[in-house]
């Protein structure tokens, strides 16, 4: 069953919530204030441009690495539904306009899994695939029921404390082995296990 469950509104530093995992169903109730972001979309808005055009999103698979820059863990963010159910996800979100993808990243990761997580990103990230979720089930490995969007995914290695933020109610660290089992993509959405697995790949973490 699809999630639904609101962005917040965006506070003074404007910052706009849209994961992949975590469906937007509303928008923000009062007027914008004198800092928000310009290009908040209302839910009017957001659902005319979902109607017309792909959405770009970006997402992040957060590791931790040994001193030899080996994948050790894995983090998957836990998420309760309306329905209190629970899913396993990962960090997420829209690409605002005028945004660079470096940016988008390290907001979302920041949003995610705190302040402190420390993300590791170079210059120039450069996505391990990139990920087309389509309304239709079968199109692609990857589904969402809203929209079609393009997501650039990213593996991100984090050297800091991460405390949960936002929905999630907390990030789960397994092994490499532990994160690419049929039994977590059996807990994933839309097809993300596919997706930790592909990112895991491309760091030669899978055996």
Do not use: K
Request: hydrophobic share 40%.
């Amino acid at each position: 069953m699809p999630v639904r469950t609101p962005d917040p509104e965006p506070g003074d530093n404007g910052d706009e919530r849209d994961s992949l995992s975590t469906p937007f169903s509303g928008a923000p109730t009062g007027g914008p204030g004198p800092n928000t972001n310009p290009a908040w979309l209302s839910e009017v808005e957001l659902a005319e441009a979902r109607r017309r055009l792909p959405m770009l999103y970006v997402e992040a698979l957060p590791v931790r690495t040994d001193g030899m820059g080996a994948v050790t863990q894995v983090g998957i963010l836990l998420r309760a539904t309306p329905l209190g159910e629970m899913t396993r996800t990962l960090v997420s979100g829209r690409v605002r306009y005028g945004e660079t993808v470096r940016d988008a990243l390290f907001r979302h990761v920041e949003n995610d899994l705190g302040p402190m997580a420390f993300p590791l990103l170079p210059p120039q990230p450069a996505p391990f695939t990139v990920a087309e979720y389509f309304p239709i089930p079968g199109v692609s490995a990857f589904h969402d029921d809203r929209q079609h969007a393009v997501s650039l995914a990213f593996v991100v290695p984090v050297t800091g404390t991460c405390e949960p933020r936002q929905d999630a109610l907390e990030v789960t660290w397994l092994s490499p082995e532990e994160a690419a089992s049929e039994a977590l993509s059996a807990e994933m959405e839309g097809g993300r296990g596919t997706l930790i697995r592909l990112g895991l790949a491309s760091v030669g973490a899978l055996r």
